[in-house]
Structures are given as C-alpha cells and as structure tokens.
T-cell receptor, first 114, second 118 residues
Framework: DTEVTQTPKHLVMGMTNKKSLKCEQHMGHRAMYWYKQKAKKPPELMFVYSYEKLSINESVPSRFSPECPNSSLLNLHLHALQPEDSALYLC?????????????FGPGTRLTVT | GNSVTQMEGPVTLSEEAFLTINCTYTATGYPSLFWYVQYPGEGLQLLLKATKADDKGSNKGFEATYRKETTSFHLEKGSVQVSDSAVYFCALSDPTLFASGGSYIPTFGRGTSLIVHP
C-alpha cells in the first residue's frame, strides 16, 4: 500500500470555527509533512514530524496546530482561521535516513475560509 | 541556499509533440533530483528521480538525466498526450539539509503547467 489518504476532501469553515484535517499512511514511513499550496504555486512546507516528534515548524501561525498521535496518523487542527488561509493542504510522508527517498503525497484537503 | 529554477509556463503543445521542460538547480551538498506531477484536483506524485550524476530517471515515457556539470535535470518526452496535461515540479533533496530524526526537506521549483491540445 503506497497510498496517503486525507480527509475531508473539501472543507468550508467560518473564521470562528474549529476543525481538523486528517492524514493517514501505512507504508511505515516515520517522516510526515504538512504543506500549504496556493493555486499555481509550489507546496510550502508548514510542519515536519520525525518519529512522531515535531522537528520543523516553518514559522506557522498558532491558529494551525499539528498533532501526530502515532506513526500512521497526522492531524492538523484549525482554529480562528483567516480568509487568506484558504488553500489546498497536502500531507506527505517519506522514509527516513536518505535524501534519495521521495515523498508520497495525499490528494489534499481543499479548504475555504469564509 | 538551495534553489530550483524551472522554465515559466504554460507550455502549450499539440498531441504527439516533443516536450522539454528545463530545470536547473543550486545546492550545498550533492542532491537527489526529482520530478513530481500534479494533475488537476490531485496531490503531487513522483514521476521520476535520479540520485547521482549521469543517472537517467524514466517513467511513462518521460526521461530526465542528472547533469552535474550543468546542474540541470531537464524533463523530456518524445510524444505527449492530452492526458499529460498537468503541472510539473522539479525538486531536489540535499543531504546536508535535514531535520532532526533524519527527515530531508525538499526544495521545489515554481512548477510548469503543461497543456496538450488534441
């Protein structure tokens, strides 16, 4: 199984809502990533987890809160978002230990903040 | 720092035309190089990769050769199809740029949109 799954596929939320994005992989990868992608742009790295520990936070606002409950799951908790946070949110995973390993991406969650 | 430069799109071709998308890079270490493809409404997926100089990555008729002397990794396909219409991202992963725990952080190019007409 080389699939990364993400739920929900689409999400519309108001600026006062709290919601969560979920990501799951069963490839045994111990590196997991959250990216934000705006239209016609490359993915922008938000967070990296290695062995379930947060290893990189790319100065992401605190209204985004990541969580890695176990080696297969990655969540992104959203609270008090702004309209400019509307984007495609991509989860990815990869093997550890070599820069030659590619990333596996999920299909993304299309988020709209109203 | 590391960077990846891709040709600006969109690239518009007729079916069965020859495709080249240019990619050049700068890196601190000796990187691995990747091409990812993103079809409309989907996430990125690996198209091909090369991990050392003169390696040729290939998949689905696409090819790219790791050229260390010119720091390039140009994507080519001999005969494109309408179904190849997508955004193509060149990326590198530098062994000197990693997070704790051994996670490597890729650097992506801006992406090049390919539109193939019947």
């Amino acid at each position: 199984d080389t699939e990364v799954t993400q739920t929900p596929k689409h999400l519309v939320m108001g600026m006062t809502n709290k919601k969560s994005l979920k990501c799951e992989q069963h490839m045994g990868h111990r590196a997991m990533y959250w990216y934000k992608q705006k239209a016609k742009k490359p993915p922008e790295l938000m967070f990296v987890y290695s062995y379930e520990k947060l290893s990189i936070n790319e100065s992401v606002p605190s209204r985004f809160s990541p969580e890695c409950p176990n080696s297969s799951l990655l969540n992104l908790h959203l609270h008090a978002l702004q309209p400019e946070d509307s984007a495609l949110y991509l989860c990815a995973s990869s093997q550890q230990g070599s820069s030659s390993y590619e990333q596996y991406f999920g299909p993304g969650t299309r988020l709209t903040v109203t | 720092g590391n960077s990846v430069t891709q040709m600006e799109g969109p690239v518009t071709l007729s079916e069965e035309a020859f495709l080249t998308i240019n990619c050049t890079y700068t890196a601190t270490g000796y990187p691995s190089l990747f091409w990812y493809v993103q079809y409309p409404g989907e996430g990125l997926q690996l198209l091909l990769k090369a991990t050392k100089a003169d390696d040729k990555g290939s998949n689905k008729g696409f090819e790219a050769t790791y050229r260390k002397e010119t720091t390039s990794f140009h994507l080519e396909k001999g005969s494109v199809q309408v179904s190849d219409s997508a955004v193509y991202f060149c990326a590198l992963s530098d062994p000197t740029l990693f997070a704790s725990g051994g996670s490597y952080i890729p650097t992506f190019g801006r992406g090049t949109s390919l539109i193939v007409h019947p």
